[in-house]
């Protein structure tokens, strides 16, 4: 399989710049298992198209300002995006520098304060910060929203508020799991009052999700990894509304990917959602049969994007790419501040007629 066999041609004025002026007036496809037709919806429109007793999955992983700049010693100027925190002092991060800088090399940073090099793994550099208060608190007034690269502005003052998600709660990653852009409170209240139970896992975003696929034959891709916590609270949910027979629903690549890792071998020839906490690296592919979920959803991703295979092989790949054409003709926006999708597998039974 070809990383070019996920490549879709995308008008750039359809790429989201900044949010819209309410969470939930985004557009919502309703992408159901073919043949029958997609339907253009508005994302507050979801409560309907759910049923009680379902269960809604929410990535709640905060995001922190991880973009800092500084200057070498010898002058040159360096971007620092930090991929994950190591205690108090300390940080794992990728930076942009036209010269690697040597271990024991210090970046003074523009905010005051300096940043030492310890080491290097591959592109990530093991940083120790010298700053006037552990490392969180002090990026929360020194570092800047790490928006992607495809937003052509700096981060403004509404950032700060709109790429978290209002149930954000466990610091640590370094972008939003879009998806979850779109719930504002009064849709999380709509969804109780139709019996719609949510439930929460966490997945720390790190930097690689910006990373493009680098190799033509995905089968020499190296995932990134990240942190992932699934708790026993949420696998029993999970259990109870499987039981009762309502529906999983994740909201979002970055749920399916931290369910999926949870997922062990049930010692009859299945597979069963347990506890686990810990890095993953797994990457799916049009193949790999997705059983943690339902249902997703998700927003628009990148051209030859692993988010894109990732819902490839939940939906297909031939319907995924179908619903992305039509996403393109009726102008949705697309990517981390634009539309999304709600998307049902290939074989579903559970799909309301």
């Known amino acids: 399989m070809k990383k070019s066999d996920f490549h879709y041609e995308l008008p750039p004025e359809l790429i989201a710049q900044a949010p819209l002026a309410e969470r939930s007036a985004s557009r919502l496809l309703l992408v159901p298992p073919a043949p029958q037709p997609f339907a253009d919806r508005v994302f507050r429109d979801l409560p309907g198209l759910l049923q009680p007793g379902d269960l809604l999955v929410f990535n709640d992983t905060r995001v922190i300002p991880a973009r800092l700049f500084g200057q070498k010693s010898t002058g040159g100027r360096v971007e620092i995006l930090i991929e994950r925190l190591l205690g108090s002092a300390e940080a794992r991060a990728q930076l942009g520098v036209s010269k690697s800088p040597r271990p024991g090399a210090r970046i003074a940073l523009d905010a005051g304060g300096e940043a030492e090099v310890l080491g290097r793994d591959g592109e990530f550099y093991h ?36 790429y978290q998600t209002v149930f954000a709660r466990e610091t640590g990653a370094v972008a939003a799991p879009t998806a979850g852009l ?30 493009p696929v680098r190799v033509e034959h995905l089968d020499q891709h190296l995932m990134h990894s990240e942190w992932l916590n699934v708790g026993a609270e949420l696998v029993e949910q999970v259990r109870r509304t499987r039981a009762a027979g309502g529906r999983v629903i994740a909201v979002g690549t970055t749920v399916v990917r931290a369910l999926e890792s949870a997922m062990r071998d049930d010692g009859e020839g299945g597979r069963e959602l347990r506890p686990f906490a810990g890095e993953t690296r797994l990457f799916i592919l049009p193949g790999y049969r997705i059983r943690s979920v339902d249902a997703m959803v998700t927003n628009f991703h990148l051209p030859e994007s692993t988010l894109l295979m990732m819902i490839s092989a939940f939906a297909g790949k031939e319907r995924v790419f179908e619903a992305y054409a039509h996403a393109i003709r009726e102008r949705y926006r697309f990517f981390s501040y634009g539309d999304a999708m709600l998307l049902w597998p290939r074989h579903d039974s559970g799909f309301p007629a």
Not at 134 to 153: D, K, N, V
């Open 182 to 211: 779109h719930f504002d409170d009064a849709l999380l209240d709509a969804l109780k009052a139709r019996g719609v139970h949510t439930g929460h896992v966490t997945l720390h975003v790190g930097a690689g999700t910006f990373q």
């Open 127 to 162: 940083l120790r910060f010298h700053v006037d208060t552990p490392l969180e608190s002090w990026l929360s007034r020194a570092g800047q929203l790490p928006l992607p690269p495809y937003i052509e502005r700096r981060p403004g003052a509404e950032d700060a508020e709109r």
